[in-house]
């Protein structure tokens, strides 16, 4: 078992165990709470939420099961509805507690349930995917989605800073994890050992064939330390005032990737088509740099090793990308920020860089030019 800290406002503990969640219904009685609200995921209800209700009742919670769809459309306010309703049939009250069993989906919603149900209950997240386990559960962001005026799902437009009282991350649960998701997890990992730097990029090149096939040891390893540079990093900056911006590595490229139609990705897979862009933003900015040189070649072949895209699967027009980033040619990059990977174990945050170097980047992931 490896337990890791997040500590500040939002101080907190994150448990990696495989067999977890049968210490579930003890760790959710440790917080105080006799009654509990088990929200799960419906893909994995009669797997892990048998086990996750079977290990709440032992330990004498009082304990009502609730499922939810994952889906982005469904993210939103009558899923919160449908939480508080049961939660109020249930007699919840202050001192009893919101679960959330499932990936990143079902934890941003039971979070921002939790965090104004009877203006605040405590929150548990079991995490079951690995992007939930290495980065969504922690560092207490929540949150849903809102129709936008033109009918289109805005992502993460309401939510609320409520930090779970612990996170239980039980790596068995990723053995029913579909390959392609598993795998998108990957790269939510990738960028957390850039941010780390030399040891942690070392032990990703040393293990990631074993974490590839899924080998139970390679992936309480691989969850243990990743998550752990999260939460150092929430630790220090619990409200993004500054360095948690740098857990954005490649986020505004993948933000535009998954905006474009047909293109299909997953968020980690545009995460990974995101980290190359930014590794080739940081080259195009100082081409005589070694060590960006360097860098860029070893997250390229930790990307493929996790069998991640490095480009897009069919060309898009650079400016139809940076458009949906906001870099279009009014703006000429001005209030375009970048997070720009220099070295192993250094990233820059807040970087205004040169229009050029945006387009050479996207070109090197495979845009068009027209
Ligand atoms: N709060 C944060 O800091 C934060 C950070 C990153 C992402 N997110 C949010 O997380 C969501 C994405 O999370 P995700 O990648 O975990 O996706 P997800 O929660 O949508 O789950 C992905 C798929 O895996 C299925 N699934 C989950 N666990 C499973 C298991 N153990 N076995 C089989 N199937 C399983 C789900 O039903 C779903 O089909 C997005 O909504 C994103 O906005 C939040
Ligand atoms: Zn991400």
Known sequence: MTIVAVTGPFAHEVVVEAGALASLGSRVRATGAARVLLAVDRAIVASHGARAHASLTAAGCATTMIELVANEKEKTMPAVEALWSAALAASLTRRDAFLALGGGLVGDVVGFAAASYLRGVTLVQAPTTLLAMVDAS???????????PDG????????????????????????????????SG???????????????????EASMSAIV???????AALVARSVAVKAAVVSRDPREAGERATLNLGHTFAHAFETLDGLDLLHGEAVAIG?????????????????????????????????????????????A??????FDKKSDGRGVRFVVPVAAGEVRYGVAVEGRSVR????????SAS
């Not at 805005?154 to 609320?160: H, P, Q, R, V, Y």
């Not at 050479?360 to 845009?367: K, N, V």
């Open 138 to 148: 922690t560092g207490g962001k929540t949150g849903i989605n809102l129709r936008l």
């Open 186 to 204: 990957l790269a939510e990992c990738i960028k957390h050992a850039i941010i780390d730097g030399e040891a942690h990029l070392a032990f990703l």
């Open 213 to 219: 096939a899924r080998d139970p040891n390679a992936i």
């Open 321 to 326: 990308i940076e458009a949906r980033m906001g």
């Open 360 to 367: 050479d980047a996207l070109a090197a992931i495979g845009a």
């Open 152 to 183: 289109s799902l805005g992502k993460n437009l309401a939510g609320a800073f409520w930090p779970p009282a612990v996170v239980v991350a039980d790596p068995d649960t990723l053995s029913t994890l579909p390959d392609r998701e598993y795998r």
């Open 275 to 319: 980290l190359m862009a930014a590794q080739r933003l940081a080259e195009a900015e100082n081409p005589s740099d070694p060590a960006r040189r360097s860098l860029a070649a070893r997250v390229e072949r930790l990307l493929v090793a996790a069998r991640l895209p490095t480009s897009l699967p069919t060309p898009v027009a650079a400016s």
